[in-house]
Structure formats: C-alpha cells, structure tokens
C-alpha cells in the first residue's frame, strides 16, 4: 500500500492517545468525553453526527410464497 502522510498522522496520533491511556479503551473514551467537555467550556461549537435510524426488520413465522 502506498504510504500518505495523512494516515501517518493519524496513526501516530492513534498510538500516542493509546500509549497515554495505557492502552485501555475506557480510559481513552473517558479522556475525550473530559477534552470535548473542556472544549465546550471554552466556547468550541461540538458538532456530532446524527444518530443513525435502525434499518427496519420484518420477522416471518413462515417463509413467504415468492
């Protein structure tokens, strides 16, 4: 694969988050949610995707005839 600076970054900035949270996932969930948290205090307008709707299911106790 050709190398791109981008993902180098942002895989460099993907290990040093996890080195700094020894490597737990909770821990790093719990550092960003306290950096949004002082972001917002500061005044940063916090943008997050909408929530996504669940794709409707249709459960049959019988198969259909088609």
């Known amino acids: 694969m050709k190398?791109?600076?981008v993902l180098l970054e942002i895989?460099?900035?993907r290990d040093e988050l996890s080195c700094e949270t020894d490597h737990d996932v909770h821990a790093l969930?719990?550092?960003l949610k306290r950096?949004?948290?002082r972001f917002a205090a500061q005044g940063w307008t916090i943008v997050?995707?909408?929530p996504t709707s669940p794709i409707p299911c249709v459960v049959r106790e019988t198969?259909?005839?088609?």
């Open 3 to 5: 190398e791109n600076a």
């Open 11 to 13: 895989r460099a900035t």
């Open 29 to 31: 969930f719990e550092k």
């Open 35 to 37: 950096e949004t948290q």
């Open 48 to 50: 997050s995707s909408p």
């Open 63 to 66: 198969p259909s005839d088609s």
